[in-house]
């Protein structure tokens, strides 16, 4: 039950009206928002091809639109292949998204890091919310960066792991 709430939150924050031509009165997701969709799930397509996949699987007629029915099976899908993930499967993501951050040039996260990655986001992070992030996730030590260990504790307490 607590899993078809947080779809539900997540299909309701991308979803659109539906155009007159789908002839529903519900909302829709846009084909191009699924994996936006999935991530706000904290369950991302591992690649391109499991996109390709899914997005087939949900618009086999390429309308351009998905309803909720459809989404939900494969996010529910999704949500417990991602609670079933085993402590390896868990650490690779971990270091796959710690050499997003650190672009797989450095051994720690800097603020120098996160500014760029919230200017890819299109965020305005100011520079000293970035240092007081990096200050809590590393228990004081914000000139030092946080390191794979810390940033996997901040991802386990964030609730990102099960």
């Known amino acids: 039950m607590a899993q078809e709430t947080e ?7 991308f979803s659109v009206p539906a155009p007159p031509e789908l002839d529903t009165k519900h909302a829709i997701l846009r084909v191009s928002d699924v994996r936006r969709c999935l991530i706000a799930l904290n369950t991302p397509p591992r690649s391109s091809s499991e996109l390709a996949e899914i997005t087939t699987t949900l618009d086999p007629e390429g309308v351009g639109y998905v309803e909720y029915e459809p989404f939900v099976a494969v996010a529910a899908l999704k949500l417990h292949q991602h609670a079933n993930q085993d402590e390896d499967e868990i650490r690779a993501e971990v270091e796959e998204a710690f050499r997003l951050f650190t672009r797989g040039e450095r051994e720690v996260i800097s603020v120098a890091d996160l500014k760029r990655v919230a200017g ?18 590393t228990g004081g030590k914000a000139d030092m960066g946080v390191t794979i260990e810390e940033f996997e504790g901040i991802m386990r307490r964030a609730g990102v792991f099960a």
């Open 7 to 13: 779809i539900q939150s997540a299909y309701a924050l």
């Open 120 to 137: 890819e986001l299109r965020e305005d992070v100011g520079e000293a919310v970035l240092r007081d992030m990096v200050k809590e996730a």
